[in-house]
């Protein structure tokens, strides 16, 4: 079955560590987003990729990083500089950019030791 | 900026009633595309209806259809014949057409409970 696929479901970081989410899609998409979901909040974007070798910073990218070698993977990095980094955190990818339709994957919750 | 409010932090309601859930936007665009999507308890994000700004006719699809008020900018999910499935978060969401979807704008989220 196609689809995106992200691990863990469950992250603990302590104090001054970075932590790596993953986010695998074999949707054959273009475009690849993360989003941050806090109670009682929408869904706020990180960093998106239009393409392989390329990302943008969302509207919240301080503290975190992204990279994408591969059309499949977008994995995101929660860096020691994110201070308050309790979240739910979702992959999204899209056949392109403009594309209106997006697909979610189940989402990774991190918490801090 | 584009705004999007859900003023209903939370609903709840019999099962195989109807339920109307409310969302405003605000915008100065005159075309774009608008969203429904449910968060149930899974977390995962689900699309459940979408409309595009230039269409008078409301979406529907299936139990679930849209009173779109372009003048108003008002957007609302109605769900009919409610069942226990749909139990969750539901956020409205707002996107500029021509633009990519970097411009997604989602409200706060209405939690809607279907009572047995």
Redesign the interface.
């Known amino acids: 079955d196609g689809g995106i696929t992200q691990s863990p479901k469950y992250l603990f970081r302590k104090e001054g560590q970075n932590v790596t989410l993953s986010c695998e899609q074999n949707l054959n998409h273009d ?1 690849m ?1 993360w989003y941050r979901q806090d109670p ?6 990180i960093y ?1 990729s ?1 393409i392989v070798n390329d990302f ?1 910073k ?1 509207d919240i990218a301080e503290g975190y990083s992204v990279s994408r070698e591969k059309k499949e993977s977008f994995p995101l990095t929660v860096t020691s500089a994110q201070k308050n980094p309790t979240a ?1 955190y ?1 992959c ?1 990818s ?1 056949i392109s ?6 697909f ?4 990774t919750q991190l918490s801090v030791l | 900026a584009q705004t999007v409010t859900q003023s209903q932090p939370e609903m709840s309601v019999q099962e195989a009633e109807t339920v109307t859930l409310s969302c405003t936007y605000d915008t100065s665009e005159n075309n774009y595309y608008l969203f429904w999507y449910k968060q149930p308890p899974s977390r995962q994000m689900i699309l459940v209806i979408r409309q595009e700004a230039y269409k008078q006719q409301n979406a529907t699809e299936n139990r679930f259809s849209v009173n779109f008020q372009k003048a108003a900018k008002s957007f609302s999910l109605k769900i009919s014949d409610s069942q226990l499935g749909d139990t969750a978060m539901y956020f409205c969401a707002f996107m500029r057409a021509n633009f990519g979807n970097e411009k997604l704008t989602f409200g706060t989220g209405t939690r809607l409970t279907i009572i047995p």
């Open positions: 475009a987003y009682g909040q929408g869904l706020r974007l998106y239009q943008q969302g739910f979702l999204a899209s950019r403009g594309s209106e339709k997006l979610f994957g189940s989402g």
